[in-house]
């Protein structure tokens, strides 16, 4: 829309144009990073955040009215760094979407699955994670989980 306020830019150069009221509705986060980072008068309105143009739009999908992207379709690399954006920014519009996915993909990607789990407190899923994960190489999870979860995972 020509009349949006503030620019949201990826580091692979896409940029996204919304209105300040509309990421507030939909994420704290956003309220109050960009209520926060960019007065009213400010001439340059562009927020650069650190996720890629393609976990971004499929973020932002979430924040219209309109029907949401099916997570299965989404390679497990993206969804998991979608899953963290969700976390981070706070995106109440698409958790619940993210802990279903999570859970169907915890047979498939148990280590990574209970990192973002345990990360972010999800103790049942965390569980389930663990317990699938038991029995696998040890290499692989030094490479997949971060210290922190690695260590109550010994």
């Known amino acids: 829309a020509p009349d949006t306020d503030i620019m949201i830019s990826s580091p692979d150069g896409v940029t ?47 924040m219209y009215c309109q029907p949401h992207p099916d997570l299965k379709s989404v390679d497990f690399p993206t969804f998991a760094k979608l899953a963290e954006a969700a976390e981070k920014y706070v995106v109440y519009s698409i958790l619940s979407a993210v802990a279903i996915q999570m859970k169907a993909s915890v047979t498939k990607y148990p280590l990574q699955v209970l990192d973002y789990a345990a990360r972010h407190n999800h103790k049942n899923l965390a569980n389930e994670a663990a317990r699938l994960s038991l029995g696998l190489p040890w290499v692989q999870a030094m490479f997949l989980l971060s210290p922190d979860t690695l260590f109550k995972w010994v």
Not at 21 to 30: E, M, R
Not at 34 to 55: A, G, H, I, M, R
């Open 16 to 62: 996204f144009k919304f209105h300040r009221k509309h990421l507030a509705v939909h994420s704290d986060i956003f309220a109050d990073a960009v209520n926060t980072t960019l007065p009213d008068n400010s001439s340059d309105k562009v927020v650069q955040l650190s996720e890629s143009s393609v976990v971004l739009d499929l973020l932002f999908q979430y």
